[in-house]
């Protein structure tokens, strides 16, 4: 939307500029405009573009409601003295540990640099000590975000308009968002309670192909989902491997969420771990675990490609050529602070996370007894109870849509999101979004508070209005 | 390629990881292969993509030669020690002057931030300090370098099959790789000595009409152009500005060199500072004037577009959705950098590089003034004297191939970037660029000496090669 306002303004709670209601229709008249939208690419007013848009915008029209919608890491631990004292770690690391000399330093991080990245080295080391996962450096492209990654490798898979990518449902908008921009339809595949069903995905595979169509890949995030909350099991990871061997399927991994299990010791190896035969291409991501700010993500690719000159390179190489038209390089200095706070724990995530992975247990744990405390059996509202990640899902016995959502911020004071936003059709969703990674325990019971008093209402106003016949 | 090595390496002087010869085809079986690159976008295999590749694989293997190629800026006055100071001048900001508490301060700085980005109220003032260029602070979104705010207006502008670009010619690679990965063609516009003929111009959009397609923008580099070093003068851009409103075509500026004029007193006004009827798409870099390292970039786009709901909002807007979908937000540490930078010199980048600007000048001086004397007249041998920025071309007696090229660098010990990788097409080019940014009077000198005794040898050869009879 136009404003008129010249002024800087601040940052707002989930960080996006959004539309601004009341200034919608400041300039009207038809000889004003210069565009319409229908001549613009297609996912400009696409709903999926439009959904993160109108979360932002209600966020930020009540900001006084406690949310329990926003998705970033917990802020109470971040601290700006961080950032130089990362930066000068890394700087050390390029002097000491690889013994560039002060040009080189400087040149290393000041200058155009290398387009698959300069922390890939410490990348893969964070791996090895968190994933026990052995990658070759050199498969690595580190990325603006883990969205510029699922970006370059939807732009690379996406040839024709044969080509489709199946998809766990429900699905990250940000997948979604970017399979709109490079043309490649998102086919759903039902995960189901387990995460995922095998039944259904060779289903869906299958009737693809015989559509003529031609999946690419399928896109999964097996550990506390995002929005589901829900993993899958060891046994499941192995036998998706399989299918996808046999079916000659690609999986993209998508792991923002795998160092935050509740309790450590239960971590179910990454698919890519597990991976024997270069099925998966693994999304990394920095933005819980280090600094969203910074905007590091990467992309793990070793399989082999065989180039038109016959010579075989790796895709991770293909990407790194899409993504020099893309951003050319990922910024230095965010590199250098996220390669400085890798640096400060011996590669290890996990160990850096310590205080962050205890706050996230609790307010998981204290999210699912304020619910069994607000909901006791036997009740229609029922909730999933993962074990760990940010989100957790709750079912409520009317379609949350939003209005609903609406509803909720303006008279009872408090945000989720819609579970709607993730499935990529219209069909009514009777349930909605829980996260707990912005919150503390108070916020977390007045936010309950609030919800049960809608869900009342809503449930209420439900059942009070008639149904049409069938 | 695949490598075996598992070490990190350091950048190399393009900054560029490329191909290395000797380890192509370690990995040749057919069942060691996971996907062939004709199942890839088509981008991928480009002539284009490839051309940035092989063009930085010559400059890795032959470090020891003088480059006359690297367009990257002059980075004797870089320090580490810059970085820090930036980053407390831009906190300070925050703080001091727009009254952010410590806490907005730390998610300002740490968490995901506003699409738009956070420094578009010192990108303004800037665009007002030295250019004399006043814009809407919201029509402004920062991106991670000016290569992301080349692909989101492309992305946009791309609807359907009948869209196209025009371009003036000879183009930035840069450009053309962001078309190729929207799937959208670049109809070349011959510039000519003055930069653009606008005869040309205007009889490539008819003939464009008259096919059928509908050219979305012509792309245009006013100041010293990457690669010809041509500038458009006040009276052609007038014009070009008329013709754009006559014929409804937005313009897209590109302007990365515009500060760096031999006489600062002699500039001419962007196209952006001319527009009245909001024509313009203007797109800015701080790799040149700021740090290349940071990635920051910028697009303003104060087009009105009237959305699917009737609404009218800016173009930023539409590109801004797009963003979110390609990398979040520009890191908010770069941008912190960057803006540090601004506020240090209130807002003046043409203050901030006093030091770059006499070396450039001083540069392009001697580089005019050494091919003045190595090619006397009468010469088949000609250049361009830029009023400024980083290039010149020499038109040589021969076509300036790739081979042509490896020849420079193995015998001659010299590189420059053949003119032919700025056409896209095959047809023969005799000329080459040469860059003055990255390299001491002394290189330049060197340089030159290797440059004129290839020349010497290169048409000798041309000259006894019998010619095919016609």
């Known amino acids: 939307m136009r404003r008129s306002g010249r002024g800087p303004r601040p940052a707002d709670d989930h960080g996006r500029l959004t539309v601004d209601a009341e200034l919608r229709g400041d300039v009207d008249e038809a000889t004003d405009v210069d565009l319409d939208v229908a001549d613009l690419h297609p996912a400009v007013d696409d709903p999926v573009l439009h959904s993160m848009n109108f979360l932002n915008e209600v966020a930020q029209r009540y900001p006084a409601a406690v949310s329990l919608a926003a998705g970033r890491p917990y802020e109470e631990f ?20 690889l013994g560039y000399d002060p040009e080189q330093v400087r040149r290393t991080l000041l200058q155009y640099g290398r387009t698959k990245g300069i922390i890939h080295h410490l990348v893969a080391r964070n791996l090895a ?6 990658v070759d450096p050199e498969s690595i492209v580190v990325t603006v975000g883990c969205q510029e990654a699922m970006l370059l490798v939807l732009r690379a898979l996406r040839a024709g308009p044969r080509d489709v990518l199946l998809a766990l449902a429900p699905t990250y908008v940000g997948l979604t968002g970017a399979a709109r921009l490079v043309d490649l339809p998102v086919r759903p595949v039902a995960g189901g309670p387990a995460g995922i069903d095998l039944a259904v995905l060779r289903a869906e595979l299958r009737r693809a192909r015989s559509e003529g169509l031609r999946p690419r890949a399928c896109y999964v995030m097996p550990d506390f989902a995002n929005p589901s ?9 192995r036998r998706l491997l399989d299918l996808a061997a046999a079916e000659d399927l690609l999986l993209i991994e998508d792991n923002p969420y795998g160092l935050f299990h509740a309790d450590d010791a239960r971590r179910v190896p990454t698919l890519k771990a597990l991976d024997t035969r270069r099925r998966v291409v693994y999304l990394g991501s920095f933005a819980k675990t280090v600094l ?10 070793d399989q082999r490609v065989r180039d038109s000159d016959g010579t075989v390179g790796l895709l991770a190489d293909q990407l790194a050529k899409i993504k020099s038209m893309v951003t050319v390089n990922t910024s230095a200095i965010s590199q250098a602070v996220v ?3 890798l640096l400060a724990h011996g590669g290890s995530l996990v160990a850096a996370n310590t205080r962050q992975r205890a706050v996230y247990a609790r307010n998981l744990r204290h999210l699912v007894t304020g619910l069994r405390h607000r909901f006791p059996a036997p009740s229609p509202v029922r909730w999933t109870v993962p074990a760990g990640g940010f989100f957790a899902v709750l079912r409520v016995p009317f379609p949350v849509d939003d209005a609903v959502l609406r509803r909720s911020a303006e008279r009872y004071g408090v945000l989720f999101t819609p579970m709607a936003h993730f499935y990529d059709d219209t069909a009514p969703v009777t349930a909605l979004r829980l996260s707990i990674s912005a919150v503390t325990c108070e916020q977390i019971d007045v936010g309950l508070d609030r919800l049960a008093a809608l869900i009342a209402d809503e449930s209420a106003r439900t059942a009070s209005t008639p149904t049409v016949p069938a």
């Open 339 to 341: 390669g400085g706070a």
């Open 229 to 237: 909350g829900t993993s899958i099991d060891l046994a499941d990871r």
């Open 292 to 301: 969203p700010g910074a905007r590091v993500g990467y992309v793990v690719a």
């Open 129 to 134: 000590v968190d994933e026990q996962l052995t």
């Open 78 to 97: 971040f601290d700006v003295a961080d950032l130089h004292r990362h930066l000068e770690t890394f700087r050390a690391h390029l002097a000491d540990d």
